[in-house]
């Protein structure tokens, strides 16, 4: 299948409940680890992505990431606003200027984004973060579309990597963010940014599979 | 959760109304995007200082905006930092056409939301430096972490870089002022209770009766080690000297201290730590020539105390007389 700015759309839509869902689980894990907000602001920032997307009704795909990019760097704050942020940036100036994005035109633009997210972080795999789940899902997707996989198995194979990515997160010793000032305390436990991009991911993967 | 709030997502903005009316001859706030500034914004000519943080630590922003400390700060959401677009609307607002020092904290949200900020600014043609401040002696600071974060010493540096720029000092001056006073500053903290974010509701973590931990965040992030709960005397000592070790400080030396409160600790407590550190530094030759006791950068309700020392000179020291005129610190006017 094709994705076009209604499924686009209905993503953004999932997020908004996914976060608001899981706010208290993701504040949860960042209390254990950082500074217990996580959860709130991710809710808070795909709060105001609803709302501006309803009140900005926007032309094409591409002015839809914009959009939700403006609204995260505007309300969430912390880390995450700037890193989700840039990678709806980065997705935006990736995504080309079409009605319909195709397999291969979705997972260029989750490659730009998470590229970004790697340069505004200075986090590489390893160092207990977002990455760490984002960076597997994204060769997963690689080989998906290098095998000629339809876009639903290349996110599936993506939101798959992304769990094991998050899941593995919790044996990791944080190098990056807060919890780095664990220490070793920092071992055992889930990090939260790792979890909220799983359910980025699996929300797409969700969203659109049919 | 016990707190005198009305809505928990609404307790950064009904602060800063009540901030607002409360200092209006000295400061403003500024909504959409949200910064409070100095009311006589921008001084023409004057080297502009911009610091932001999450709320929850004043008077650490907000308070120390006004005459001869930060033109503008930007607060964030309660422990989480502000967003580039809040700290590019303070910069332009500050900017009398001589710069703008952005006064950065250590923690990974900060330094990205400046950083963003920043990028916007020079966009707009405005003149940005930072300067990070680094002082938690409580953090390993190696390529593993993210480095020490940013505590006490901000409060030094907001009144000594706001007093310079108000001597008139250019960016350049101000900005290695800025990283001397970093330089030469280190503290440390220690909770004897957690925090509650209000948005939250719960405490940030739990500590037992006996129980303290020693290097603690002002974000209820954990310290280095959670251990028995000493006598006042003894837990002074081992944070003085974990202080003292790391710049190092030396017999001679003169500092400018500061016992700080984390917003629940009783003054009465906070200044038997200050007569205990006093002590301990006179044992050592290191005199202290100025200080300050008191709730100076908190964690919401947290019950414990930070200590910070700065290796002072003259031209510090002349800088701390400076009158100043804020919410949070008043002398000299």
Redesign the interface.
Known sequence: MAVGKPEVLKWLEVLQQVYAENRQWL?ELD?AI????HG??MD?GFTAVKAELAAHPPSEIRSVFQSVATAL???????????YGTFFLRAAAACPRKTEIEAADVVALFQAGIKGIEQ??KAVGGDKTMLDALLPALDAMRKGLENGCSLAAILDAGAVAAHAGMLATVAM??????A????A?SIGHQDPGATSSYLLLKAAADTWRS | MKKLINHPQNVPAEFLAGLALAHADILKVCLDPVYVVRVDAPVPGKTGIVSGGGSGHEPMHVGYVGKGMLDAACPGQVFTSPTPDQIEAATRAVNGGAGVLHIVKNYTGDIMNFEMAAELCQERGIEVRAVVINDDVAVEDSLYTAGRRGVGVTVFAEKLCGAAAQRGYDLARVEALCRKVNGNGRSMGMALTSCTVPAAGKPTFELGEDEMEMGIGIHGEPGRERMPLLPAAELTARMAATILADLPFRGGDEVIAMVNGMGGTPLMELYLVYGELERILRGLRIRVARRLVGNYITSLEMAGCSITLLKADDEMRALWDDPVLTPGLQWGI
């Not at chain 1, 950082?34 to 907000?37: I, L, P, S, Y």
Request: glycine share 22%; aromatic share 4%; net charge positive.
């Open positions: 504040t209390s950082g500074d217990a907000d709130i602001n808070r760097i505007r309300h969430v704050g912390g880390a995450a606003g700037p890193l505004r972080g010793q944080a190098h990056k963010g807060r780095s000032y664990m220490g305390r």
